[in-house]
T-cell receptor
Framework: DSGVTQTPKHLITATGQRVTLRCSPR?????VYWYQQSLDQGLQFLIQ???????AKGNILERFSAQQFPDLHSELNLSSLELGDSALYFC???????????FGQGTRLTVV | DAKTTQPPSMDCAEGRAANLPCNHS???????VYWYRQIHSQGPQYIIH???NNETNEMASLIITEDRKSSTLILPHATLRDTAVYYC???????????FGAGTQVVVTP
């Protein structure tokens, strides 16, 4: 158990809909990262937040947005969903100095 | 962050040591070498990291060459549960984003 909690574990929704994925980081971790892993694709970095502020942005679509709240949990919002958005979405958290990032078990999103 | 090169796949016999190579010839002086693994569709799992010196923990050992252009992850006694994709990642600080490549698919066989 990495200490990073993601909910829900599975999500099935229709095209055009909007969903919210939630991530609770490890206690004390200020940084949260979001990654996408599509079938047969590698792990793609989406976005990083540090203590509520956006720190780095990767290949995140404009239809996607994220935020980190004062209690440090984070949400990834995916809107106008397309079939190609079906993927595993992972959240990770880390301290500023230490042993790197620890990942949650992911949310499997299926868009039908 | 420097790029890494890993073999796409490796087989290893159960109980034997698994030696996973990684080339990072453009690594800078302030960049760390990190190793993660991903067991089928689970979240990636941190294994070990290092800067210059060799490192060992309960999971594995990391050997970094003196010129730091390559490293080897050693799983001392591979088990079937070590079957996974192993990622070697180089990055400049301990909390920056991790850029995953294709990794090495390791299959441990009985």
């Amino acid at each position: 158990d990495s200490g990073v909690t993601q909910t829900p574990k599975h999500l099935i929704t229709a095209t055009g809909q909007r969903v919210t994925l939630r991530c609770s980081p490890r206690s004390g971790d200020l940084s949260v990262y979001w990654y996408q892993q599509s079938l047969d694709q590698g792990l793609q970095f989406l976005i990083q937040y540090y203590n509520g502020e956006e720190r780095a942005k990767g290949n995140i679509l404009e239809r996607f947005s994220a935020q980190q709240f004062p209690d440090l949990h984070s949400e990834l919002n995916l809107s106008s969903l397309e079939l190609g958005d079906s993927a595993l979405y992972f959240c990770a958290s880390s301290v500023e100095s230490g042993t790197g990032a620890f990942f949650g078990q992911g949310t499997r999103l299926t868009v039908v | 962050d420097a790029k890494t090169t890993q073999p796409p796949s490796m087989d290893c016999a159960e109980g034997r040591a698994a030696n996973l190579p990684c080339n990072h010839s453009t690594i800078s002086g302030n960049e760390y070498v990190y190793w993660y693994r991903q067991i089928h569709s689970q979240g990636p799992q941190y294994i070990i990291h290092g800067l210059k010196n060799n490192e060992t923990n309960e999971m594995a050992s990391l050997i970094i060459t003196e010129d730091r252009k390559s490293s080897t992850l050693i799983l001392p006694h591979a088990t079937l549960r070590d079957t996974a994709v192993y990622y070697c990642i180089v990055k400049a600080d301990s909390w920056g984003k991790l850029q995953f490549g294709a990794g090495t698919q390791v299959v441990v066989t009985p």
